[in-house]
C-alpha cells in the first residue's frame, strides 16, 4: 500500500509540475526574444572597424521592447539606435538607446513600437546600430530578425 501511495503523490507532483511550466509558458506566449550581432561590415555603407556587439532584444505581443546591447572594441560610442530599414539600406531612428555603462546600451524602459515598426519587425525591416565619435553615421550595425 505504502508504494501505491508513493506513485500516486509522485503523479500529483508532476501532474502540478506540469501544470505550472504551461502557465510560465503561457505568460510567455508572443514574447519574441532576438539574438543580433553587430559589425562594420553590416553599415551602409560598411565600415572598417574592429569593434563588434552583440545585443538581445525581446518584442511582445502587445509591441513593448526591451533589451540590451553590449559592445566590444568600440571606442568613443555616443549612441544606438534601433532604426527602421531594410538590409543594406539606411533607415530613421525610431527608439534611442539609453547607455548605461562604458559598453552597453539598454532599451529604455516603456519603449514600443507603433503598427508600422512592428509590422516592420516582423518582416525583419528594422535594426541596431551604435555610432561612434570615428563615425557618426553608424559604425557597427545589425539586422533585428525576428
Known amino acids: 500500500m505504502k508504494s ?3 506513485l500516486i503523490r509522485a503523479a500529483k507532483f508532476a ?3 506540469a501544470l505550472s511550466v504551461l502557465a510560465f509558458s503561457a505568460g510567455l506566449a508572443g514574447a519574441a526574444e532576438s ?3 553587430l559589425t562594420g561590415a553590416e553599415e551602409t555603407p560598411p565600415v572598417k572597424t574592429t ?3 552583440v545585443a538581445t532584444i525581446t518584442v511582445n505581443a502587445d509591441k513593448s521592447v526591451s533589451g540590451s546591447v553590449t ?3 568600440l571606442v568613443g560610442g555616443t549612441v544606438a539606435h534601433i532604426h527602421l530599414g531594410a538590409a543594406g539600406q539606411k533607415g530613421g531612428p525610431i527608439i534611442t538607446l539609453d ?3 562604458e559598453n552597453t546600451w539598454v532599451v529604455p524602459a516603456g519603449a514600443k513600437f507603433t503598427d508600422e515598426q512592428y509590422a516592420a519587425y516582423q518582416a525583419g525591416n528594422l535594426y541596431i546600430n551604435v555610432h561612434s565619435d570615428a563615425n557618426k553615421a553608424g559604425e ?3 539586422q533585428i530578425k525576428p
Request: net charge positive; proline share 0%; glycine share 14%.
Open 71 to 73: 559592445t566590444k572594441g
Open 51 to 53: 569593434a563588434s556587439a
Open 140 to 142: 557597427i550595425r545589425g
Open 99 to 101: 547607455k548605461s555603462g
Open 15 to 17: 501532474f502540478a509540475a
Open 35 to 37: 539574438k543580433v550581432t
Open 4 to 6: 501505491h501511495f508513493s
